[in-house]
């Protein structure tokens, strides 16, 4: 079966331009409920704001963003995040994986975090952790990926 989408790992310059569908994704996710740092009243300019604050980061860090396109747009989006810090070069961050809400169910999640970690590797990272709400949907593909759970943080968003 062919895949309705497509993976693509943007540069900055490229992250700048797609700031405004990220932006759209990341509404999308917001208002369905993702505790992924923003609050309900997330506005367009806003959302907007933030992908190009991870644009002017990536050329910084080397953060790689990776997203999802399908015939309509992005779909989805996600990031790997080097630790930046001497004693964990080995170490990176799993961050801000969205997938919009007329895209589930369709193997997109999946997909990210395969690209993913083919970028934590690509980056020389042998370590990746990330959060993501207990019972969730990211929950279940986190651990259906393999992905092992270390703790619970009570009331942590």
């Given amino acids: 079966m062919t895949q309705a ?14 700031a405004e569908a990220l932006a759209l994704v990341l ?19 806003e959302a907007v704001g933030f992908w190009n604050h991870v644009a002017d980061l990536a050329q910084d860090d080397g953060r790689m963003v990776i997203t999802a396109s ?6 989805g989006v996600v990031q790997v995040i080097p630790a930046g ?17 007329r895209a589930r169910g369709q193997g997109i999640g ?18 990746l952790t990330l ?3 207990q019972g969730g949907v990211g929950e279940r593909l ?4 393999g992905w092992v759970r270390v703790g619970v943080i009570p009331d942590y968003a």
């Fill in 85 to 101: 810090v001497p004693n964990q070069p080995h170490r990176g961050e799993v961050a801000k994986m969205l997938v919009h809400r």
């Fill in 27 to 45: 509404m999308d996710c917001v208002a369905g409920g993702a505790s992924v740092s923003f609050m309900a009243d997330l506005t367009y300019e």
């Fill in 5 to 18: 989408f497509q993976i693509t790992r943007l540069n900055p310059t490229d992250l700048r331009l797609t």
């Fill in 70 to 75: 399908d015939a309509l747009g992005v779909i």
């Fill in 110 to 127: 999946q997909a990210l975090l395969a690209a993913a970690e083919d970028a934590g590797r690509a980056l020389g990272l042998t370590l």
């Fill in 131 to 133: 959060d993501t709400a």
């Fill in 142 to 145: 986190y651990s259906g990926g």
